[in-house]
């Protein structure tokens, strides 16, 4: 069954062509990412626009790269939520169109289970119930995960997600947008323990709070004034330390509170290098299976949206052409 998958939640125009699930005929993501970069984070009306301009050219690379022509299609499968509103609208009306105008069923997807299932589109992929963790720009989420549409929240962002802290964090730094793959880079070249930033956990709780942090890199910047390059690589190993410690600690007692092994992450921030490096070494301890995206299905795309949409399709869980954006979690 091929799925033609279409993304536009944030800041990347993206489409797909996924068949069963797993195999990716073709996955195209075009990102407004370099007209957000002078202001330091994404622009809503200026994502919107770049998907109303873009999204029947990426559909149309999609296909032509996989040899494919519409008519092909089996289904189109769109990300109805969360994202913005507005960057939303442009990806769902055009899969509508789609699905009325070639006559195949329209499945909607949730944007956080697909980041989850950018994870399982593998040979390999394991069975459920398992421990989910959702690290991205909007999100820092862990769930117990019982199937594909069967998500049960454990732990959730309270105020700034992981990824929006390392961008915000960068932003104090002047490092530039994303401030993700830049302090990720950085913090190599520095020392984790130079600089003393607290992130604690919340007790009795697997939410998770980062603009302590963030107001505490604010501070220590601040108090600085001028810093050569080795200071800032410090305060990036030492800022991206103390957070990942969290997500870590949260995602290890999720696991010990369920009695599970199996983990799977997913997200833009679960390209980062050191966050792979903790992660595999608790695995090692404590006997877990992890399951990382490959790098390049990561960030937002849709192919984990057209993957996705095929176990929804199997289960019968078609939209209806009155479906419309859903700015919070899609039940
Ligand atoms: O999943 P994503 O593409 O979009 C959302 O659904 O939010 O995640 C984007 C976030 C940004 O905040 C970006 O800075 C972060 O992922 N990110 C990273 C890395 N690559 C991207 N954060 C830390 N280390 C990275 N290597
Ligand atoms: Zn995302």
Do not use: W
């Not at 830049?182 to 607290?198: V, Y």
């Not at 937002?300 to 009155?322: I, P, S, T």
């Amino acid at each position: 069954m091929l799925i033609l998958g279409i993304e536009t939640s944030c800041d990347e125009t993206a489409a797909s062509v996924v068949k069963d699930g797993i195999e990716i005929l073709s996955s195209v993501v075009s990102s407004s990412l370099k007209y957000h970069k002078k202001f330091g984070g994404v622009i809503p009306e200026i994502a919107a626009r770049h998907h109303v301009e873009n999204i029947d050219k990426a559909i149309g690379r999609c296909l032509y790269n996989a040899g494919l022509k519409i008519n092909d299609v089996d289904a189109v499968a769109v990300t109805q939520g969360p994202g913005l509103v507005g960057a939303l609208l442009p990806g769902i009306s055009c899969a509508k169109a789609l699905s009325y105008a070639l006559g195949v069923p329209l499945i909607a997807v949730d944007h956080l289970k697909a980041h989850i299932y950018s994870a399982l589109m593998r040979k390999d992929a394991p069975d459920f119930p398992f421990i989910g963790l959702i690290i991205s720009g909007g999100h820092t989420r862990l769930c117990l995960v019982e199937d594909f549409d069967s998500f049960t929240t454990l732990g959730d962002t309270l105020d700034d997600a992981i990824g929006e802290a390392y961008d915000k964090a960068a932003k104090i730094m002047g490092l530039g947008y994303p401030g993700g793959p830049i302090i990720d880079r950085l913090a190599k070249k520095g020392d984790a323990k130079a600089i003393k930033f607290t992130c604690r956990p919340i007790k009795g709780s697997l939410d998770f709070s980062f603009s302590g942090i963030k107001t505490a890199v604010l501070y220590y910047v601040k108090g600085q004034g001028t810093r050569d390059k080795g200071q800032e690589a410090d305060i990036a190993a030492s800022f991206q330390e103390a957070a990942l410690k969290v997500i870590v600690g949260n995602t290890i007692k999720a696991l010990e509170k369920h009695d599970l092994k199996t983990l799977v992450i997913g997200g833009g921030v679960s390209a980062n290098s050191r966050f792979r490096e903790m992660i595999a070494r608790e695995a090692m301890f404590r006997g877990l299976k992890v399951y990382f995206p490959p790098l390049e299905l990561c960030s937002d795309n849709a192919a984990m949206v057209a993957g996705l949409a095929y176990h929804l399709h199997k289960k019968g869980m078609l939209a209806l052409l009155d479906m419309t954006a859903n700015i919070g979690s899609v039940k």
